[in-house]
Nanobody, 125 residues
Framework: QVQVAESGGGLVEAGGSLSLSCTVS????????MGWFRQIPEKEREGVGC????????WYPDSVKARFTISRDNAKNTVSLQMNNLKPEDTGIYYC??????????????????WGQGTQVTVSS
């Protein structure tokens, strides 16, 4: 059974940082593209970072570019999202997703086969 599990969410003040982690089991992680997505209240789901199986390519929306960094460690079957200079508008539920091999749409999360349960990120003013 494929399992995707996020951790690392929490409460942080504006301008602070958080690092999210995601662990995948049940798949050959070397064959899996990964992405981080968020659901902000009253907004559409949006991708905040995606990465290819070998870290050869990454993608970020303009809203988080230069603040968020996605990375992966294939030896540990993990993908991380480092979030710096957080803003209150970043508050939402952050999800980790994967797919074999190239992933789905990174802008809206369509087409990704495996999803975690989400982790809450709250940024206070």
């Amino acid at each position: 059974q494929v399992q995707v599990a996020e951790s690392g969410g929490g409460l942080v003040e504006a301008g602070g940082s958080l690092s999210l982690s995601c662990t995948v089991s049940g798949l050959n992680f070397n064959d899996v593209a990964m992405g981080w997505f968020r659901q902000i209240p009253e907004k559409e789901r949006e991708g905040v970072g995606c990465i290819t199986w070998n870290s050869g390519n990454t993608w970020y929306p303009d809203s988080v570019k230069a603040r968020f960094t996605i990375s992966r460690d294939n030896a540990k079957n993990t993908v991380s999202l480092q979030m710096n200079n957080l803003k209150p508008e970043d508050t939402g539920i952050y999800y980790c997703a994967g797919d074999v091999r190239y992933g789905g749409n990174c802008r809206d999360g369509a087409g990704w086969g495996y999803w975690g349960q989400g982790t809450q990120v709250t940024v206070s003013s």
